[in-house]
């Protein structure tokens, strides 16, 4: 299995075995496969799946003679990761359906976190306080980051700056239900992002 992109709708409760259990709905929009990337040009086998823009769904149809696909016609383009076997089954202008996830129990997701504009060092990487007291001048302020020699500031230093705005990954989450008509899979627990926004799943 490649993957699919999913959009999610909102968060609700199901009860099951007498307990309630939050989860997250997604629903899976129209995806096609865009193009496919193979070790000997690309150096690794992967499949790009596209989330179809909803006014140029007529008019994909007309160009389904042609090899390739303008990345115009799509919102969205993610790689997903496949063997070689798996990449022979998949050719560019199918379609994804949930019978993908048929027998899947687990699923990574994937999504970009939100951006909390500028921070300082001390609310970004949760440093410490130092004594409040009179004398001290770095209540919440960064101390001496090291840089005598070179004289620049190394790579990954623990700095302000922009607050996530990240890759986040969550993996080994349940699969609860798959709704074929709706196009929505339930998920169990949370999906951090907000509403009308695209999540990556694939297998662990």
């Known amino acids: 299995m490649p993957g699919i992109i999913a959009k999610k709708l909102e968060m609700t409760r199901i009860f099951k075995w007498d307990k309630s259990i939050p989860i997250t709905l997604l629903e899976v929009p129209s995806l096609k496969i865009v193009s496919k990337k193979t070790q000997e040009k690309d150096w690794y086998n992967s499949i790009c799946v596209g989330v179809l823009k909803p ?11 042609k ?8 919102c969205n383009i993610k790689d997903f990761f496949v063997n070689e076997e798996e990449l022979d089954k998949y050719n560019i202008w199918d379609d994804l359906n949930l019978d993908i996830l048929d027998w ?15 921070a300082s060092a001390m609310k970004r990487w949760n440093f410490s306080w130092w004594p409040w007291r009179v004398w001290s001048k770095f209540h919440r302020a960064l101390w001496s980051i090291w840089t005598r020699k070179p004289r620049r500031t190394h790579k990954w230093k623990k700095m302000h700056g922009h607050l996530w705005s990240q890759k986040v990954k969550i993996r080994k989450v349940q ?3 798959i709704d074929k008509e709706l196009w929505v899979v339930w998920v169990r627990w949370w999906v951090p992002w907000w509403r009308n926004s695209l999540v990556k799943l694939s297998l662990n």
């Open 55 to 65: 006014k140029n769904q007529e008019e994909i149809k007309l160009k389904e003679w």
């Open 67 to 74: 090899k390739s696909i303008s990345n115009s016609l799509f």
């Open 104 to 118: 899947v129990e687990l699923v990574s997701v994937e999504w970009t976190s939100k951006w909390k504009l500028f």
């Open 175 to 177: 699969v609860e239900h």
